[in-house]
């Protein structure tokens, strides 16, 4: 293990947001990776673009160190290869289950309190043999295929304890709003500022009488963004509030390869698909973020023998990489508009909450990236 970077894993999400491979000390996102001979790294962030079932793979290795020119660039080098098939049909099927209903609890939950509702499905298969169609194709010694599918479905509840205005706060009585010593921390009226021409301050703002912002003087806009916050069950300035939100990830992928021995020759091609949804939520309920992540690649390839002592091996690969993360309400809730803020929100992608940073709250708003596309 080593220093972590957490720029692409934001960026990535969905499972690819527990991903973190870290050689010789260096940052997750030093690495090179490689499938079948071709480039399997997104160019972005230099992490992976592909991550086939283990169950469709023949053998992995990690280079480090002094390596040869062939790779170049990256700390580490993760080479992959995949399964071909053989003369002999071949089969397996898996299922990997998690739940709450198998999990200890927590050492730190109250005994009184159920365990936190986990359900995780991995399962597939993967079949492969000779090509055999009777009467028309014995692929026997020259032609064969290998077929993986494998889907992933989890469901984790996660709580969070966000801050949230008080109840008085909402109606802009900040009389109780102390600091650590017990003293009042006064709410200053913006408009008593005086300016010279200059604009140098010539009088500082003072405070509202009795800490109160009168009801005429909140932005109807502001008044609109309160009801986004969930009212506080606690009235305790800090954590005043339980989240308790579910994450989900549904993922499915499929990998077919066929490899056909010709003379001298064989030649591969191998086509993946690898689909991912997934919402994680935020500390403010109702408040979250949809990943979105899309792979296809394709890989044709030629080894052959030339002479005694000679061997060529060429390989063409396309990759393509899509991921994004919207807001929930993307596509369907012009939050923008709604609020009045005269700000172009015209691509259905950005809709969603603002972000909004207030001292001392939980902040809120969505994320809301636009497909990175890798090609």
Request: glycine share 10%.
């Amino acid at each position: 293990n080593g220093p972590s970077s957490s720029q692409g894993k934001q960026r990535m999400g969905g499972q690819r947001n527990s991903f973190a491979l870290n050689v010789a000390g260096q940052r997750i996102h030093f690495n090179h990776y490689s499938l079948d001979g071709v480039e399997n790294t997104d160019l972005n962030f230099n992490s992976y673009m592909l991550l086939p079932s283990v169950d469709a793979l023949q053998e992995f290795n990690v280079v480090s160190g002094l390596f040869d020119a062939e790779y170049g660039r990256a700390i580490a080098q993760v080479n992959v290869s995949t399964k071909s098939g053989s003369n002999q049909l071949r089969g397996t099927a898996f299922e990997f289950l998690r739940n709450s209903a198998l999990d200890a609890k927590n050492f730190f939950d109250r005994p009184e309190d159920p365990i936190p509702p986990f359900k995780r499905n991995q399962y597939g298969f993967t079949l492969s043999g000779p090509v055999m169609l009777p009467k028309v194709v014995d692929g026997r010694n020259r032609l064969f295929f290998m077929f993986n599918w494998e889907g992933l479905r989890e469901t984790k509840s996660l709580t969070a304890t966000p801050s949230l205005p008080l109840s008085a706060w909402r109606a802009g009585d900040f009389s109780g709003l102390r600091d650590g010593s017990g003293n009042l921390i006064p709410i200053y009226d913006p408009a008593t500022r005086v300016f010279d021409a200059a604009g140098n301050v010539l009088q500082a703002p003072t405070a509202f009488p009795g800490n109160i912002i009168p009801a005429s003087r909140i932005h109807p806009v502001s008044q609109k963004l309160l009801g986004y916050f969930p009212l506080a069950t606690q009235q305790v300035t800090g954590p005043n509030f339980v989240n308790n939100e579910a994450r989900d990830v549904n993922a499915d992928q499929i990998t077919y390869r066929v490899d056909f021995t010709q003379g001298a020759s064989t030649w591969m091609f191998r086509h993946s698909i690898s689909h991912e949804l997934g919402y994680d939520p935020f500390p403010i309920p109702n408040m979250g973020s949809n990943t979105d992540t899309d792979v296809h690649q394709l890989v044709f390839g030629n080894t052959r023998t030339l002479g005694s002592n000679k061997l060529n091996d060429a390989r063409v690969g396309f990759g393509y990489l899509k991921n994004g993360h919207i807001s929930p309400r993307a596509n369907t809730d012009n939050v923008v508009k709604t609020l009045g803020i005269n700000l172009p929100s015209d691509n259905p992608l950005y809709w969603g909450v603002p972000n909004i940073s207030i001292s001392g709250l939980s902040g809120l708003g969505e994320e809301s990236d636009a497909p990175f596309i890798n090609n």
